[in-house]
């Protein structure tokens, strides 16, 4: 195996979206250990229901993450929240983002669809 020079690297590119750090190859075309990780479930354990404002110019965006769930499912399970708070939301690196504050709504959902969640931050 040879060793790759340090101006072998990429850096930064626009056309190739996120870099896999291990591979070195855009998120797509990944084939380390890492992309295959995202298809299989996460281990399951408490899900944490929290809320950030830190780089969103003080609005609040409540976050869901530790579930279990595959790339797909997790899409689906966001889209029935957003539509449950009747908010904007997307899911990032396995975290659903949800725009505004609706940690307690959220959290009784949660518990109704079997989801052991705990509220985090404070």
């Given amino acids: ?7 072998d690297r990429v850096v930064y590119s626009s056309d190739g979206g996120r870099v896999c750090p291990a591979c070195a190859q855009p998120q797509s075309r990944c084939r380390c250990a890492r992309s295959t990780d995202r298809e ?5 354990g408490n899900v944490r229901v929290g809320r950030a404002s830190k780089g969103r110019k003080g609005k609040p965006v409540t976050t869901v993450s530790g579930l279990p769930l595959r790339d797909n499912e997790l899409a689906e399970l966001a889209s029935e929240l957003k539509r449950l708070c009747g908010s ?3 899911v990032r690196e396995g975290t659903i983002e949800i725009q505004g504050e609706h940690r307690d709504k959220l959290l009784e959902e949660l518990a109704k669809r079997g989801f052991r969640a705990k509220r985090s931050g404070g």
């Fill in 1 to 7: 195996m040879s060793r790759r020079s340090p101006q």
């Fill in 40 to 44: 299989t479930p996460r281990p399951s």
């Fill in 88 to 90: 904007g939301g997307t």
